[in-house]
């Protein structure tokens, strides 16, 4: 079963709701970044991002640079920015970006569930990066960005959501990147239906945030290790669960600087080992799994995966992403390690493929490779059979905002 946790949000009172609420400080250059900051004294990035008032000099990810941020978390309360809501409850979260709604449930998960496997894992995380959160969590005392998970479609959930979307929403806005934003607040006790509908779930599948989860696990830890009572809050972390179906699921695009010193010619004499080469009147994105498209300067090409490579009973090595890894980026191009390595970049599918194209065409990269969407099942499989995806495999939406459902950890 899986156990579902209420809890009291910290959030923005209902009239600063679109103010306060922000995508992730990386998610913002350099110029907008200032810009908001000099433009809105209520955004949540005045709080994630002390040093943008030009008061406050730390090292980044630092114990000093975190208490800074839990002290501007603490007077966005005390200036009354941020209330908290006086009863545990749940929060029902609409995305709407084009034709496309994503609907879910904003609520703490079990962290025993998640070191139990129930809740499933498909990528791997880096210690550093779990150690730095880590920190960051039991410094500032908060979350405010839900791990993304996916679970099976439920009927009776949805048959409850539409019940509840009828009423008036809490928060009701769009931000400058054309997405309408809607929140429901459900008390628990007054409503308890939720819980039962969620324990039907036997497992959930992390779709993005596995340092976020990892974190909260190990901060766990932390506070047993160190003889401390836990806080309800403390067994759970903060979450936002969404139909599998519900989810979109885009490629990730890879750039690369270098041919490794062959020819055209050369590198596609090489390729034709373990592909069926094409080449195309005009560049386009993959018609079907197990096709990549390839960019070189002016010219574009199918190339479909030869069938004795598929013969592997692996589901990770039968991702379009690892096979141009094992086949291409690693035995041709030289590059042993996509997590470090500076001759590759990573660009998200939702990134137009004219500008992808006109990176290639003016050698800004001497070849790029576009790549068919992972689907959920083949996401699903993965985590079942305990591997791990590719770096830089699936970019999942929605991207939640942080600063809405804000989650007091040591309550």
């Given at each position: 079963m899986s156990v579902i946790?209420?809890?009291?949000?910290?959030?923005?009172?209902?009239?600063?709701?679109?103010?306060?609420?922000?995508?992730?400080?990386?998610?913002?250059?350099?110029?907008?970044?200032?810009?908001?900051?000099?433009?809105?004294?209520?955004?949540?990035?005045?709080?994630?991002h002390p040093e943008g008032d030009n008061e406050h000099h730390s090292k980044a990810n630092s114990a000093e640079r975190f208490e800074a941020i839990k002290a501007r978390f603490e007077s966005?309360?005390?200036?009354?920015?941020?209330?908290?809501?006086?009863?545990?409850?749940?929060?029902?979260?609409?995305?709407?970006?084009?034709?496309?709604?994503f609907t879910g449930v904003?609520?703490?998960?079990?962290?025993?569930?998640?070191?139990?496997?129930q809740i499933k894992k498909h990528e791997a995380t880096i210690t550093s990066r779990e150690s730095m959160f880590t920190n960051y969590?039991?410094?500032?005392?908060?979350?405010?960005?839900?791990?993304?998970?996916?679970h099976k479609h439920l009927p009776e959930l949805d048959k409850y959501l539409d019940k509840i979307m009828k009423t008036r929403p809490e928060y009701e806005f769009s931000t400058t990147d054309e997405i309408k934003h809607e929140l429901w607040i459900i008390p628990a006790e007054k409503d308890p239906k939720l819980i039962a509908i969620y324990a039907g779930l036997?497992?959930?599948?992390?779709?993005?945030?596995?340092?976020?989860s990892a974190s909260s696990?190990?901060?766990?830890?932390?506070?047993?290790?160190?003889?401390?009572?836990?806080?309800?809050?403390?067994?759970?972390?903060?979450?936002?669960l969404i139909?599998?179906?519900?989810?979109?699921?885009?490629?990730?695009?890879r750039l690369v600087k270098h041919l490794n010193g062959l020819s055209v010619s050369d590198f596609l004499k090489a390729c034709e080992v373990s592909f069926g080469i094409e080449e195309l009147k005009r560049a386009r994105k993959p018609e079907q799994r197990h096709e990549i498209i390839c960019l070189i300067g002016k010219s574009a090409y199918s190339f479909k995966v030869k069938t004795e490579i598929l013969q592997t009973k692996d589901v990770v090595k039968?991702?379009?992403?690892q096979i141009l890894t094992d086949y291409i980026l690693t035995p041709i191009l030289g590059i042993e390690d996509l997590k470090t390595s500076k001759d590759i970049d990573f660009v998200p599918g939702t990134r137009e493929l004219k500008e992808i194209a006109e990176s290639v065409r003016k050698e800004d990269f001497k070849v790029g490779f576009l790549l068919f969407p992972a689907s959920i099942d083949e996401m699903k499989e993965v985590a079942d059979q305990g591997g791990i995806m590719p770096p830089k495999s699936t970019w999942v939406e929605p991207k939640m905002r942080s600063g809405l459902t804000i989650y007091n950890i040591n309550e």
């Open positions: 946790h209420p809890f009291k949000a910290i959030r923005p009172t209902r009239d600063k709701a679109q103010l306060v609420s922000t995508r992730p400080l990386a998610a913002y250059r350099k110029h907008v970044l200032r810009a908001k900051l000099d433009e809105n004294p209520y955004t949540f990035l005045h709080i994630i966005f309360i005390e200036d009354g920015i941020l209330i908290q809501d006086p009863e545990d409850s749940f929060y029902v979260y609409r995305q709407t970006k084009g034709t496309h709604q904003i609520a703490g998960v079990s962290i025993e569930e998640y070191r139990n496997n969590l039991n410094i500032t005392g908060f979350n405010a960005e839900p791990v993304l998970l996916a036997k497992e959930l599948y992390i779709a993005d945030g596995h340092h976020r696990a190990r901060l766990k830890d932390t506070i047993r290790k160190n003889k401390k009572t836990l806080f309800p809050n403390q067994d759970f972390f903060l979450a936002y139909d599998e179906q519900k989810l979109e699921i885009l490629e990730f695009q039968q991702l379009d992403a």
